[in-house]
């Protein structure tokens, strides 16, 4: 992961949010890497291991099937967390499609994370604690209703944990199973997760 600073000097607040949302915008990001901003920077994050890749497959395969039309899954999709003054790509997202396809063709935003039904993060090694604890701690905030975090690097072994129910920053409810056992997704998704083919 490679950080930078952004700082604008002449201003802050607001102004300074909407300088570093116009750098993350102009940024020429290498193919497969990843721009965030969080805590006043900009972050690279770079390509993933293709064990992480194909449990975003199959998580993804798996969710084409039990969500309606109106509804978009996305890999590439950057969520703004307003109230925090971070951005984040989530690994999946879900959110309501007309927000994608009615998007400004011309100018690259990031939708507002309070419109996300369902996000999805896949640790790396190098990434484990921002998603366990940063990124946690945000989406409450957000507050996105559902965040599942799937751990190949927990110390207990690879787990995949539902948080939902988010209220005053914090998640009040989290599920969570070992690699090989069953999770089922809160409502509206009809779906029961089989974690036992996920690859760590």
């Known amino acids: 992961m490679t950080a ?3 700082e ?3 201003d802050s607040g607001s102004r300074a949010w909407e300088y570093l949302l116009q750098s993350w915008r102009d940024l020429d990001v290498p193919e497969g890497w990843r721009a965030e901003i969080d805590g006043g920077q900009i972050t690279l994050v770079p390509p993933h291991h ?3 890749n194909e449990i975003a497959e199959r998580l993804q395969r798996a969710l084409y099937g039990v969500l309606p039309m109106a ?3 996305y890999q590439t999709l950057g969520i703004q967390v307003g109230p925090l003054d971070k951005l984040y ?3 999946l997202v879900v959110v309501p499609r ?3 396809a009615g998007a400004d063709p011309d100018v690259s935003l990031p939708v507002d994370a309070a419109d996300a039904l369902l996000v999805v993060e896949i640790t790396s090694k190098g990434n484990a604690e921002e998603d366990r604890k940063k990124k946690l701690w945000a989406y409450a905030h957000a507050p996105v209703p559902a965040y599942l975090l799937i751990d190949r690097f927990d110390e207990h072994g690879p787990t995949t944990t539902l948080f939902t129910e988010p209220q005053n920053g914090a998640y009040k409810h989290a599920d969570r199973v070992a690699f090989g056992d069953k999770l ?3 409502k509206p998704f009809p779906l029961t997760l089989d974690t036992a ?3 760590h």
């Open 4 to 6: 930078a600073m952004v």
């Open 8 to 10: 604008d000097g002449r």
């Open 50 to 52: 293709p064990h992480h």
């Open 71 to 73: 509804w978009g899954l």
């Open 89 to 91: 790509v989530p690994d």
């Open 98 to 100: 007309e927000l994608v």
């Open 184 to 186: 089922v997704l809160p």
């Open 197 to 199: 083919a996920f690859p």
